[in-house]
């Protein structure tokens, strides 16, 4: 049986990983402060990485794969990766594109630059910490080292609260201001394929970078709001709005309006990524649909309850462009 270790396991990813670990029959264990309570199915230990005794549950473990989704300081990274690598297979690590050097172009992939960063570094922003994650990763594991740079994550138990969002506002019905255009292309991975693929790879040996999203184009802003309004069985007016319009009035992209990104660089860099490496070796994103209604399904289980970041569109903002769309 395959012996499984999930630092953290708990939240989002970790748990789409532990779950799908679970799913499998192998033998799952998780390690975390003991906030949250685990997946079914599961051995819990308790540790928190950022006390120098976090690490103690881990020293006399052995395990096949491991997977690691930490976003903070780099060196937490590398101490569980140090400890690890002479008794444990595999290593995976869930980064980030973000890792790459600002602005990514249209078409960038894994041989695009990268941020200068240290595994032995504290807590700086988001890409020098996962970049110096990876860093760590690498040095202690090599090539059994897979670095998983994730895009845009969606799926049930999402706790950043992007496309709960979404679900929610147009649950709400009425007229929805919709980002256009109708047809933008996106780029987005349901969690729980990304934690099959890290399975996949690391189990039969898959090391080095690959940017783990689906292709850009095969959903667009239209198909996801489209699929919120059937998710929810929903009255709303999805009423599309040019970009010109929303930027006019204030509105921030990804953050106000969550996935969204107009035409343009942060577009390019959100949602234009070549990710051919990583179907090439067995990413298999699902249908849009099923990602949307699971995330409903699922909205108000307790994995929501401590959500990452506040996202969404405010109200009166909201009702401002309505009422005037040409401002």
Known sequence: MTKLLVLGGTHFVGRAVAQEGVARGWDVTVLNRGNTPAPEGVRSLLGDRTRPDGLTALADGTWDVVVDTWTDAPRAVRDSALL??????HYAYVSSRSVYTWPAPAGADETAPVVDSSPDAEATDYAHNKRGGELAVLD??????????????LGPNEDVGRLPWWLRRIARGGPVLAPGPRELPLQYIDARDLAAFALDGAASGLGGAYDTVGRSGDTTMGALLDACVQATGATAELRWTAPETILAAGIEPWTELPVWAPPGELHDAMHRSDVSRALAAGLRPRPLLDTVTDTW???????HTHPRATTGLPPEKESRVLRNPEG
Not at 84 to 89: K, Q, R, T, V, Y
Not at 143 to 152: P, S, V
Not at 297 to 303: F, H, I, K, N, V
């Open 84 to 89: 690890l690598a002479p008794s444990c297979g």
């Open 140 to 153: 202690a594991f090599g090539d059994r080292a897979l670095l998983l740079r994730a895009g845009l994550i």
């Open 297 to 303: 399904a699922t909205l108000d289980t307790p994995a």
